[in-house]
Every structure is written in C-alpha cells, then in structure tokens.
T-cell receptor, first 113, second 116 residues
C-alpha cells in the first residue's frame, strides 16, 4: 500500500525566511516521490521528483527536497521565501511501474510581506 | 505545445443532467487520468487509462464513466449529476513508467463544475 501524509495543512512564513513543508510517505516498494505546486485557479506544476538517484533533489524556483528512507520523509525546503511562492503544495508517491499515484491533502503556503 | 487541454473550463448543471468533460494531450503520452479536487482532500483519482484501449477505476469512480477515445483523448462523463459531484476536475497524462524511469504527471488547467 502507498500513502502520503502532509503534516501541515497551512504554513505561514515571512518573505525572505526559510520554507519547510513536511511530507511522510508509506510505500511497500521503492518509492518515487514528487512535489507539485498549484497557484490559485491553476493546474498543478511539477516542482521536483525523486526516482532513486541522488537523495537530495533540486527543483525549480530554488526549491529542493531530501529523500530520507530511514525517516520515510521527503520534506520540501527553500532558503528564502518569495511572495510568488504563496500557493498550495502537494506531495505525491508512486512506485516504478505502478499506474496509480497517491496525493497528500496539500499544504497551503502563505508568505507575509 | 498545448500540453493537456480540458474543456469546458466552467459548467453549471442541474441535478440529474448529464455532461462530458473532454481532455486531450499532445505529448504522445500513454497514460491518462481524471482527478477531482475538493477542499482539504487533495486530489482523488476517479479513473485512469494506463494505455490506449484500457481503463480502470480509481478511488472514487461512482457516478462517472470514461472513454479512452484514442491515444490523445480521454473523456469523463457524468450520467446523472448530483450536488456531491460539485468539484474541480483535473485531467492529467504521463509517459508511463518503464525500466529505470518513472514518469511524472502533466496536468490540465482544470474544469470547475457546479451541480445545483
């Protein structure tokens, strides 16, 4: 079975401060993990993905995530938040060869000027 | 490239009416998906098509039907709409997974459906 838990439904940070969005996963097989971003009234855009290569994955717009198998975590970070980062973020898990992908319930990021 | 295109973007229905959401992708992807998004629940899979000619139920298939018309197109039909089907619907596609590769999803812009 596969599932994802996003530990915070809402995170609020000040502009210029670090961002941490937390994701824990459960997977019976070697997982592939993704982070997507959704701006208001838009579709979802891929930020980054982990597919069993380097455990530290760099994505677009300065985001990165680290795969930690021992902690079953794939937290998303950014050193310095920008106003344009305000959006909803989804963590997603699947496994190689699987047809289905499982979404977390999302974390809404608010950036305070 | 257009990517994944969904129509219509907005629709209001009365309870019991039927409608079809259309989705087309121009990336030569094998797999296509329909999700619904509701506040606080993330995205839930309705149906998917792993390849042309196949369709399978997802997490919340009741009240919906799908057709994989060809490799490019995957439609979602509501036969008798209910207020519980008020949601934002997303179509997605991906190349599919193979040896050493796990494809990511590419999403359309969404279709906002209200059932009165």
């Amino acid at each position: 079975a596969q599932s994802v838990t996003q530990l915070d439904s809402h995170v609020s940070v000040s502009e210029g401060t670090p961002v941490l969005l937390r994701c824990n996963y459960s997977s019976s097989y070697s997982p592939s993990l993704f982070w997507y971003v959704q701006h208001p009234n838009k579709g979802l855009q891929l930020l980054l993905k982990y597919t069993s290569a380097a455990t530290l994955v760099k994505g677009i717009n300065g985001f990165e995530a680290e795969f930690k198998k021992s902690e079953t975590s794939f937290h998303l970070t950014k050193p310095s938040a920008h106003m344009s980062d305000a959006a909803e973020y989804f963590c997603v898990v699947t496994s190689r060869g699987a047809n289905n992908l499982f979404f977390g319930t999302g974390t809404r990021l608010t950036v305070i000027p | 490239n257009a990517g994944v295109t969904q129509t219509p973007k907005f629709q209001v229905l009365k309870t019991g009416q039927s409608m079809t959401l259309q989705c087309a992708q121009d990336m030569n992807h094998n797999s296509m998906y329909w999700y619904r998004q509701d506040p606080g629940m993330g995205l839930r899979l309705i149906y998917y098509s792993a390849s042309e000619g196949t369709t399978d139920k997802g997490e919340v298939p009741n009240g919906y039907n799908v057709s994989r018309l060809n490799k490019r197109e995957f439609s979602l039909r509501l036969e008798s709409a209910a207020p519980s089907q008020t949601s934002v619907y997303f179509c997605a596609s991906r190349l599919a997974s193979g040896r050493g590769y796990t494809g990511e999803l590419f999403f359309g812009e969404g279709s906002r459906l209200t059932v009165l």
